[in-house]
């Protein structure tokens, strides 16, 4: 189960921190990303984290959005700054089923609830 908080209400250019809360599995040794879906448009993965560490972000989001991870907790998390606007949307996390796998989450791997994100002055 995959358990999404810190969403909310923001000002353009403030900062919020998304956490994703795992149980059951280990963080560590799968893929996983987080993803946004804003009204009528399409979901998009904004930032993923591979099982060795790296990670990868959509270029709308380079500089101002961090994926990070503490395995002790089981948690992933996504900080968000400089937030403008185009960020709102429905925030989720996923996270592969299969450990040391090469491909981002899919329709078919752990999903969270999400998580609403507005940006608006």
């Known amino acids: 189960q995959l358990v999404e908080s810190g969403g909310g209400s923001v000002q353009p250019g403030g900062s919020l921190k998304l956490t994703c809360a795992a149980t059951?599995?280990?963080?560590?040794?799968?893929?996983m990303a987080w993803f946004r879906q804003a009204p009528g448009k399409e979901r998009e993965m904004v930032a993923g984290?591979?099982?060795?560490?790296?990670?990868q972000y959509v270029d709308s989001v380079m500089g101002r959005f961090t994926i990070s991870r503490d395995r002790a907790k089981n948690t992933v998390y996504l900080e968000m700054n400089a937030l403008k606007p185009e960020d709102t949307a429905v925030y989720y996390c996923?996270?592969?089923?299969?450990?040391?796998?090469?491909?981002?989450?899919?329709?078919?791997?752990?999903w969270g609830q999400g998580i609403q994100v507005i940006v608006s002055s």
């Open positions: 996923a996270i592969d089923r299969s450990m040391y796998g090469r491909s981002w989450p899919d329709e078919e791997d752990y």
């Open positions: 059951g599995r280990i963080i560590s040794d799968r893929m």
């Open positions: 984290m591979r099982w060795n560490g790296d990670t």
